[in-house]
């Protein structure tokens, strides 16, 4: 057991970027998935705007040491704002929907 009940709560959360795209990924539609694996960098950020607050919700960043620390990491940064950091979980999430073979929108 514990002693600090900090860490019971944060053991709920992913601890890296790729448990918390697995996760992300794992509610999406395919649809989704397409949408998101033909999202411009325009794109990304236009969406991340409101996705990202999602994301910083569900796996509390702030407060979630570890996975800004992975985050940081990748980012290749000292330091991260919330809003970048889950930017760097989304835009992990849209590069891993990118290379699992989702359909491109035909136009």
């Known amino acids: ?17 790729d448990k918390a ?11 989704d998935k397409t ?14 705007a409101q996705y990202g607050l999602f994301i910083r919700a569900r796996f ?3 407060g979630n040491d570890p996975l800004v620390s992975d985050c940081k ?5 000292p330091a991260l704002s919330p809003e970048q950091a889950s930017y760097v979980i989304f835009k992990a999430m849209v590069e891993k929907v990118k290379t699992a ?6 136009k």
């Open 73 to 77: 990491r990748i980012a290749g940064l």
């Open 35 to 48: 949408k998101l694996a033909n999202l411009s960098e325009k794109g990304m950020v236009q969406f991340h």
């Open 101 to 106: 073979g989702v359909l491109k929108i035909v």
């Open 60 to 62: 509390r960043v702030p």
């Open 21 to 31: 795209v697995d996760l992300l990924i794992q509610d999406l539609s395919f649809k």
């Open 1 to 17: 057991m514990t002693d600090n009940p900090m860490d019971s709560i944060l053991s709920r959360f992913p601890n890296s970027v």
